[in-house]
């Protein structure tokens, strides 16, 4: 089992930025990749960027150029940079891990809201 906290949602202006944080505890030494997804208001939840252990990263058309996903390996923990942020960006935050195995992990969730 692996346990994911977020944290670091909130408010902020069109434009502005903020920095989402996931910590992993339990048995991280088999996750293959995490990442971070997202549920708009009314949408269905989608995938936003994604890092593997060998430091692999993509992102989602939306958000390539503005979001910055990272890592801290020592601290288990990923990182989501969003700058520029538009109204299109609201919604909740989902961090997940997934191990080898096809095992996936989800954190509870961290609401960001962008206003104009």
């Known amino acids: 089992q692996v346990q994911l906290v977020e944290s670091g949602g909130g408010s902020v202006q069109r434009g502005g930025s903020l920095r989402l944080s996931c910590t992993a505890s339990g048995r991280v030494f088999n996750t293959y990749a995490m990442g971070w997804y997202r549920q708009l ?8 960027a994604t ?5 692999r990263i993509t992102y989602a058309d939306s958000v390539k150029g503005r979001f910055t996903i990272s890592r801290d390996s020592a601290k288990n923990t990923v990182y989501l940079q969003m700058t520029m942020m538009n109204s299109g960006d609201t919604g909740v ?3 997940n891990a997934v191990q080898f195995g096809s095992a996936q992990y989800w ?5 960001v809201t962008v206003s104009s």
Request: glycine content about 14%.
């Open 93 to 95: 935050y989902y961090c």
């Open 51 to 55: 890092i593997t252990r060998d430091d």
């Open 41 to 48: 208001p009314g949408q269905e939840r989608e995938w936003v």
């Open 107 to 111: 954190g509870q969730g961290t609401q």
